[in-house]
């Protein structure tokens, strides 16, 4: 909750990868607040107040999840939405004649795009939401200890690059920059 709130101030991209681990991790706790009490909020040195406000965040994360049927798989709506917002923007800067370091980044990035759409089988429904789940795949090979093969080393910066600078295009437009 602290962390997130954080980034989706700083950071979109890097708040829906976060939201989308958090997910996983209601999951792996089976839904069950007091397991994520111990195994997550208990690891936070912060007042009983801020711990307790913790438990409702998760505990309202696990209730939309519930209600929105993705105790398996899927994202919340509301991050869907926030990726839609992303999409439509990558959309209309890839259109723009005045943002050509931005198509030129596209452009850079879009083989290994077309490759994780390809890869994805549908379930990306647009290039930004293909780069955030293979960054996503990245992070997870990360915190699994597993060496990233030269071409993916390649791929992440490309599109990592493009996803920092449509960060940093939307939230100019959301004036918080």
């Given at each position: 909750m602290i962390i997130a709130r954080e980034k989706k101030k700083t950071n979109i991209a890097e708040y829906i990868l976060y939201m989308w681990q958090i997910e996983d991790m209601?999951?792996?706790n089976r839904f069950d607040?007091?397991?994520i009490d111990k195994n997550i909020i208990q690891q936070f040195d912060q007042p009983e107040e801020v711990k307790e406000e913790m438990r409702e965040w998760y505990r309202d994360l696990i209730?939309?999840?519930e209600d929105e049927g993705i105790k398996e798989k899927g994202?919340?709506?509301f991050?869907?939405?926030i990726i839609d917002e992303l999409?439509?923007?990558?959309?209309?800067?890839?259109?723009d004649p005045n943002q050509l370091e931005y198509v030129n980044a596209y452009n850079k990035a879009k083989e290994s795009i077309n490759d994780l759409k390809s890869k994805s089988q549908g379930s990306a429904r647009g290039d930004i939401e293909a780069?955030?789940?293979g960054l996503y795949g990245i992070l997870i090979l990360r915190l699994q200890q597993k060496e990233l093969n030269p071409a993916t080393k390649d791929a992440q910066a490309s599109i990592s690059n493009l996803i920092a600078m449509l960060n940093d295009k939307y939230m100019e437009r959301k004036g918080m920059q």
């Open positions: 209601i999951r792996a607040l007091n397991q209730q939309r999840m994202h919340l709506q991050l869907d939405s999409e439509n923007l990558h959309k209309s800067l890839i259109r780069c955030l789940q």
